[in-house]
């Protein structure tokens, strides 16, 4: 006769099988857990919009556009090689930062500065600033080095762009808020009417400002697009509602990334380079916008 397996023989079998499971699938979530850290604390990736807009000019038709914001005096390779060999692979008309270049609580403006300076030759640099420049108090030490470098520094001012056909876009650049005693959403008004009050309505109108939660202020304003920056794709991303917090709007904020649309403004939020004050990300990639102006969808 042929003895059976007993039944504590067999349960103890299942229980190392499963114990193995368990194990398993223990590490395969630590292993993505720390690739997902890695991606959004060590990499950078480069997302592609394209705005279409029947007001945007014939000669501006397809009109590249690069937006960089938020670096907070980070380095993604030797003197910033990772960012600025994806900007000359881009090949971009312009080059758009829009706030907290550095960071108030380290604040290594030559380290940033390197970044400024590999890529001026790229393509034109339009810059304004963010809530860290001014927390600084050396903001005007600040724009000058970077108009040293020959970059726009827009401080509540506006430059017409003109190509062939005498075809133009006005690119507007208003402070952030924190340098003004007014409540944020007065101070953006007055600065935006400040910034565009020689330019015709009917112009296509470009703006940079750091603060994303002042969409209702810009669509009011009749902007038909913002570049801005600042909540840092909400820190942590849940997948399905998003941003976790940011400074401005804090918990659940509605305004982190992507493209948000009201009336005829559309507002572009860049979930930045760096950190701030919470030195790490979860889901959120550090990221190159990329823009692209068109009159029409492609077919």
């Known amino acids: 006769m042929t003895?059976?397996?007993?039944?504590?023989?067999?349960?103890?079998?299942?229980?190392?099988?499963?114990?193995?499971?368990?194990?398993?699938?223990l590490l395969l979530l630590l292993g993505l857990c720390a690739f997902e850290l890695y991606r959004s604390n060590a990499t950078v990736g480069i997302t592609h919009y394209t705005l279409i807009s029947e007001k945007l000019p014939d000669a501006f038709n397809h009109y590249t556009i690069v937006q960089l914001s938020d670096l907070h005096d980070a380095v993604y390779g030797k003197d910033h090689e990772v960012v600025v060999r994806k900007v000359k692979t881009i090949?971009?008309?312009?080059?758009?930062?829009?706030?907290?270049?550095?960071?108030?609580?380290?604040?290594?403006?030559?380290?940033?500065l390197r970044l400024v300076e590999q890529l001026q030759t790229v393509a034109p640099i339009y810059y304004v600033t963010g809530n860290h420049e001014i927390a600084t108090n050396d903001v005007?030490?600040?724009?000058?080095?970077?108009?040293?470098?020959?970059?726009?520094?827009?401080?509540?001012?506006?430059?017409?762009?003109?190509?062939?056909s005498d075809h133009s876009i006005v690119i507007g650049g208003i402070e952030d808020p924190l340098a003004s005693e007014q409540e944020d959403d007065i101070a953006v008004e007055t600065s935006i009417q400040r910034t565009f009050r020689q330019v015709p309505k009917e112009q296509f109108k470009v703006l940079l400002s750091h603060r994303p939660e002042q969409f209702e202020v810009y669509v009011e304003q009749g902007i038909d697009v913002v570049f801005s920056g600042h909540a840092h794709g909400g820190q942590f991303r849940i997948p399905g509602l998003g941003g976790l917090v940011s400074p401005g709007e804090g918990w659940f904020p509605k305004y982190t990334s992507g493209v948000h649309e009201?009336?005829?403004?559309?507002?572009?939020?860049?979930?930045?380079?760096?950190?701030?004050?919470?030195?790490?990300r979860m889901?959120?990639?550090?990221?190159?916008?990329?823009?692209?102006?068109?009159?029409?969808?492609d077919e």
Do not use: M, W
Request: overall charge positive; glycine content about 6%.
């Open 91 to 112: 090949a971009p008309d312009v080059i758009f930062i829009t706030g907290d270049l550095i960071d108030s609580n380290r604040y290594h403006l030559e380290q940033s």
């Open 3 to 25: 003895a059976s397996n007993s039944p504590k023989k067999n349960n103890g079998k299942h229980l190392r099988r499963f114990t193995k499971k368990r194990c398993f699938l």
């Open 283 to 297: 889901l959120n990639q550090p990221e190159i916008v990329v823009v692209t102006l068109q009159q029409t969808a």
């Open 262 to 280: 009201k009336n005829a403004s559309r507002l572009i939020i860049s979930r930045g380079l760096g950190n701030s004050i919470i030195p790490i």
């Open 140 to 164: 005007e030490y600040i724009k000058g080095e970077l108009e040293r470098l020959g970059v726009y520094v827009l401080t509540d001012e506006a430059y017409r762009i003109t190509r062939p």
